[in-house]
């Protein structure tokens, strides 16, 4: 159970995060958007295969 909790919550922050891409590229910040691209590809990653 605790398992799949915390791989839900990676992928949430994951979206959260794919979110945020958007956000910065809308803003014009194109390297805070490629670190938060990485970070939500990172935290996705970490959910899917921690479930």
Do not use: E, H, P, R
């Amino acid at each position: 159970m605790t398992d799949n909790l915390l791989a839900g919550v990676m992928v949430f922050i994951g979206l959260f995060l794919a979110g945020g891409v958007f956000s910065l590229i809308k803003q014009g910040i194109k390297i805070g958007a490629a670190v938060c691209a990485l970070g939500a590809v990172l935290a996705v990653t970490a959910g899917v295969l921690w479930w």
